[in-house]
């Protein structure tokens, strides 16, 4: 099993920045593929970007420029920076993990609220 934990999310103004983290523990593999999805209320969850575990990296089009997924395998974290962000940025954020090969994600953070003030 894995566990993923994210943080970093909070309350920030229109323009504003913020950096989340997802630390992973238990049978961790640094061959993993790690994303970033989100979910606001009604809707279904979207990715947001992915990276593979030799770095390459994808994103959602409407969000490349301003989302940068990054992970550190010494340290199982995955973070994504988020930078110019805006109120339709609000949602849950959720990590996520699945082995390379595999077209469905098996596990998943609880979450973390991002909240964009206008």
């Known amino acids: 099993q894995v566990q993923l934990v994210e943080s970093g999310g909070g309350l920030v103004q229109a323009g504003g920045s913020l950096r989340l983290s997802c630390e992973a523990s238990?049978?961790?593999?640094?061959?993993?593929?790690m994303a970033w999805y989100r979910q606001t209320p009604g809707k279904e969850r979207e990715l947001v970007a992915g990276?593979?575990?030799?770095?390459?990296?994808y994103y959602a089009e409407p969000l490349k420029g301003r989302f940068t997924i990054s992970r550190d395998n010494a340290k199982n974290t995955v973070y994504l920076q988020m930078n110019s962000l805006k109120p339709e940025d609000t949602a849950v954020y959720y990590c996520?993990?699945?082995?390379?090969?595999?077209?469905?994600?098996?596990?998943w953070g609880q979450g973390t609220q991002v909240t964009v003030s206008s």
């Open positions: 996520a993990a699945r082995r390379a090969g595999s077209t469905t994600y098996d596990y």
């Open positions: 238990g049978r961790t593999s640094s061959s993993y593929v």
């Open positions: 990276i593979r575990s030799g770095g390459s990296t």
